[in-house]
C-alpha cells in the first residue's frame, strides 16, 4: 500500500512537470526547427489536459492517503503495539509471582515465624492477582485483535476501490467527448506528416540512388579545368581554403579552414569552432592571382596601403576565380547598393564583351563631357559648356588599336633610374621631376588642379582622330584585368595644371609621370561609368617619327570634371599671347559661394570628388 501511493505520488509530480515541459518546448533551440507553430499550439492544449489530469491525479492521492495508507497505518501503530506491551506486562507479572512462589517455598520448617509467614503470603496473593489481571487483559486483546485485523485489511481496499472509481469518474466525465475529437485531429495530423516524411524519405533514397550512379569526376577536384562555368558577379562566396603560415624565415605550413564572406569582412572558421574570426577587411583591398611555391590556385589579398596581406589556395581553377572575383566584387562595396547582385552583373559586362568578337565599341549618344579633337573636332563655346561635333562614321576597333597590342598595368619608371644607385650623388629622377612637395612650374600656373586617380593600364593606339580610341582602349584594358584576375591599382595624384598632366605619388609627393599638355591630344570620360576617364598622348619619336598611347584611369569623382580641367588648360594655353582673351577667359571661368577663383595652391584630399569647385585655391581680386 505504500507503494501504491507513493507511485500515486509520483505520478502527480511527473503529470506537473510533463505539463511545464510541454510549455517550454517552443523554448528549445533545435538546429533545424522549423515550422513547428502547429505542433507548439498542440503542446499547448496537451499541457492544459495533462494539468487537469495532475489535479485529478493529486485528489486520489489525496483519497488514497486517507482511507487506504492511514487505516492500515493506525492498525500498526495502535493495535498490534498495545497487543505487544500487554504482553510484556504479562510476562513481567508472571515473573514476579515465580518469585514471591520461591521465597514462600523456602521458609523454614522446624522454626516457623508467623509474622514472616503472614507476609510472605501477602506477597504471592498480590503477584498472583497481579499476573491474573495481567493475563485477562493480555488474552482479551488477543481475542479483539482477530476482529480488528480483518477491518484493517478491508478498510484500506475499500478505500483505494473508492478512489479509483471516483477517479476514473471524473476523469470521464472531463475527458469524453472533448478530447475523443481532439485526439482525432491530432492522429490525422500525425498521420499526415507520416506520409510526408514517406515521402522524404523515398525522394532521399532516389537521390542518394542518382549520386551513386554518377560519375567519380564529380567528386573530382578541378575536372572542368578545360572549361570551367565561372561566376564572376559573386558578391559572397563560402567554402574550404588553405592558408600560408609562415613558421620561420623561409619556412611555411598550410592550413585548411573554412572561410565566408560576410559584408565587407573575410571570416575563418576554424573546424569544431562556434563561430568565425575576423581575417581580413576587404574594403578596398585588391586581390590578385600568385605563383607560390609548389602550390596551384594561389591567390593573394593586399591591403588598401599597399602591403601583402594573406595568402590562399583554392581546390580548383574554377573555386580560385570565383573567389578573386568575388572578392574584388566586395572590395568595390557593391554590397551596400540596393541592388549588388545586377550592380555587380553590370560591373563585369566588360569582361563578357571582351570575350565576344565585336567590330566596333557601338555607337555612343553625343557626349556633354569637355572631350576635345584638336585636329578633326571645331570646339563651340556657349555659356561655359563645350560641345563637340558628331562625327559621321564610327571607326571599326582594328582601325582604333591594332589586335593584339600589349597592355601596361602599372606605371613603371624605366631602368635608367637605377643607373646611378652606386653612386655618390644624389639620385636624379629620370623624369626631371623633384622630389620636393613644391613644383616650381606651378607657381607660375594659372591653373592648379588635384583629382585622386587610380591607374588602369595604357596602350599604343593608331589614331587619335576621335574618341572612340578611348572608348576601345578602356573596354580592352577592363577586359583583360578581368581576364586575366589583375584587380591591384595604383593611386596616384592627378595634377592639371596649365603646362602639364603630372601624376605623383601620394606616398613620396614624387612623380610619377609627367605629360605636357600640349602632347594631350584627345581625352574623354566614359559615357556610362562617370569614372572612368582616358587621354591620348602623341610623342615624338627618335626616327622622326611620332607614337600615340592612350592612357586609362579610373577617378574618385566625375571624369568629365578631369576633362573640364584639361581643356581650360587648353584654352589657357591658347589665350596666353593675348592678354585680353586671357582676361575674358578668366573672366568665364565659375567662381565659388564665396567668390574664388578655382585656380592656385590646392591641395589633394581624402575626400576628394574632383570637383573644381571644392577646390579653392588663391583669391583673385576684380
Known amino acids: 500500500m505504500q507503494r501504491v501511493y507513493g507511485a500515486q505520488n509520483e505520478m502527480c509530480l511527473a503529470t506537473q512537470q510533463l505539463s511545464k515541459q510541454l510549455l517550454a518546448y517552443e523554448k528549445q533551440n533545435f538546429a533545424l526547427g522549423k515550422g513547428d507553430e502547429e505542433v507548439i499550439s498542440t503542446l499547448h492544449y496537451f499541457s492544459k489536459v495533462v494539468d487537469e489530469l495532475n489535479?485529478?491525479?493529486?485528489?486520489?492521492?489525496?483519497?488514497?492517503a486517507d482511507t487506504m495508507v492511514l487505516p492500515i497505518i493506525q492498525f500498526r501503530e495502535k493495535d498490534l503495539t498495545e497487543v505487544s506491551t500487554l504482553k510484556d506486562l504479562f510476562g513481567l507479572a508472571s515473573n514476579e509471582h515465580d518469585l514471591s512462589m520461591a521465597k514462600y517455598s523456602r521458609l523454614?520448617?522446624?522454626?516457623?515465624?508467623?509474622?514472616?509467614?503472614?507476609?510472605?503470603?501477602?506477597?504471592?496473593?498480590?503477584a498472583r492477582r497481579k499476573q491474573h489481571l495481567s493475563s485477562l487483559q493480555y488474552y482479551c486483546a488477543l481475542n479483539a485483535l482477530q476482529y480488528r485485523k480483518q477491518m484493517a485489511m478491508m478498510e484500506p481496499m475499500i478505500g483505494f476501490a473508492h478512489g479509483q472509481i471516483n477517479f476514473f469518474k471524473k476523469g470521464a466525465e472531463m475527458f469524453s467527448k472533448p478530447m475523443d475529437s481532439f485526439l482525432s485531429s491530432v492522429a490525422d495530423m500525425v498521420q499526415s506528416i507520416q506520409v510526408e516524411l514517406e515521402a522524404e524519405a523515398e525522394k532521399m533514397r532516389v537521390s542518394q540512388q542518382e549520386l551513386l550512379s554518377v560519375d567519380e569526376s564529380v567528386y573530382t577536384p578541378?575536372?572542368?579545368?578545360a572549361a570551367p562555368q565561372i561566376n564572376r558577379n559573386l558578391i559572397q562566396k563560402a567554402g574550404y581554403l588553405n592558408l600560408r603560415n609562415k613558421t620561420g624565415l623561409v619556412t611555411t605550413t598550410w592550413e585548411r579552414l573554412y572561410f565566408f564572406t560576410q559584408g565587407g569582412n573575410l571570416m575563418c572558421q576554424p573546424r569544431g569552432a562556434v563561430a568565425g574570426g575576423l581575417i581580413q577587411d576587404l574594403d578596398n583591398c585588391s586581390v590578385m592571382a600568385v605563383d607560390c611555391e609548389d602550390r596551384r590556385y594561389c591567390f593573394q589579398i593586399t591591403t588598401p596601403n599597399g602591403k601583402s596581406g594573406i595568402i590562399l589556395q583554392a581546390e580548383s581553377r574554377k573555386e580560385n576565380e570565383e573567389w578573386i572575383c568575388a572578392i574584388n566584387n566586395i572590395s568595390r562595396q557593391i554590397y551596400l547598393t540596393d541592388n549588388p547582385e545586377a550592380v555587380a552583373?553590370?560591373?563585369?559586362?566588360t569582361a563578357l564583351q571582351a570575350v565576344t568578337p565585336i567590330t566596333s565599341f557601338g555607337k555612343k549618344q553625343e557626349s556633354s563631357c569637355p572631350s576635345q579633337n584638336l585636329k578633326n573636332s571645331e570646339m563651340e563655346n556657349e555659356n561655359d559648356k563645350i560641345v563637340p561635333k558628331a562625327t559621321a562614321r564610327l571607326p571599326e576597333a582594328e582601325e582604333l588599336i591594332a589586335p593584339g597590342t600589349p597592355i601596361q598595368f602599372d606605371i613603371v619608371l624605366p631602368a635608367t633610374e637605377f643607373l646611378d644607385q652606386n653612386r655618390?650623388?644624389?639620385r636624379t629622377n629620370p623624369f626631371g621631376e623633384t622630389e620636393d612637395e613644391s613644383f616650381?612650374?606651378?607657381?607660375?600656373?594659372l591653373l592648379q588642379q588635384m583629382f585622386i586617380v587610380r591607374f588602369l593600364g595604357s596602350m599604343a593606339v593608331k589614331t587619335d582622330s576621335t574618341t572612340e580610341v578611348i572608348y576601345e582602349a578602356m573596354r580592352q584594358v577592363l577586359a583583360a584585368r578581368a581576364i586575366h584576375n589583375i584587380f591591384r591599382m595604383t593611386e596616384s595624384h592627378l595634377m592639371v595644371t596649365s603646362q602639364s598632366l603630372r601624376l605623383i605619388d601620394p606616398q613620396t609627393q614624387v612623380s610619377r609621370a609627367n605629360f605636357e599638355l600640349t602632347s594631350v591630344t584627345q581625352f574623354a570620360a566614359h559615357q556610362e561609368n562617370k569614372r572612368l576617364v582616358g587621354f591620348v598622348i602623341r610623342v615624338p619619336e627618335s626616327t622622326g617619327e611620332e607614337s600615340l598611347s592612350?592612357?586609362?584611369?579610373?577617378?574618385?569623382?566625375?571624369?568629365?570634371?578631369?576633362?573640364?580641367?584639361?581643356?581650360?588648360g587648353k584654352e589657357i594655353i591658347e589665350v596666353q599671347k593675348d592678354p585680353e582673351a586671357l582676361a575674358q577667359l578668366m573672366l568665364s571661368i565659375p567662381l565659388t559661394n564665396d567668390g574664388k577663383y578655382v585656380l592656385l595652391n590646392?591641395?589633394?584630399?581624402?575626400?576628394?570628388?574632383?570637383?573644381?569647385?571644392?577646390?579653392?585655391?588663391?583669391?583673385?581680386?576684380?
Do not use: M
Request: proline share 5%; with cysteine; net charge negative.
Open 602 to 622: 590646392d591641395q589633394p584630399d581624402d575626400n576628394d570628388d574632383g570637383n573644381p569647385n571644392e577646390h579653392r585655391g588663391a583669391e583673385s581680386e576684380a
Open 222 to 225: 578541378d575536372s572542368d579545368v
Open 345 to 349: 552583373i553590370k560591373l563585369n559586362q
Open 424 to 426: 655618390g650623388s644624389r
Open 550 to 568: 592612350t592612357y586609362i584611369f579610373e577617378s574618385n569623382s566625375e571624369g568629365e570634371k578631369i576633362c573640364y580641367a584639361i581643356n581650360l
Open 55 to 64: 489535479l485529478l491525479h493529486t485528489e486520489l492521492a489525496k483519497q488514497l
Open 440 to 445: 616650381p612650374e606651378a607657381e607660375d600656373s
Open 108 to 126: 523454614p520448617k522446624k522454626k516457623e515465624n508467623e509474622k514472616v509467614k503472614t507476609e510472605v503470603g501477602k506477597e504471592v496473593a498480590a
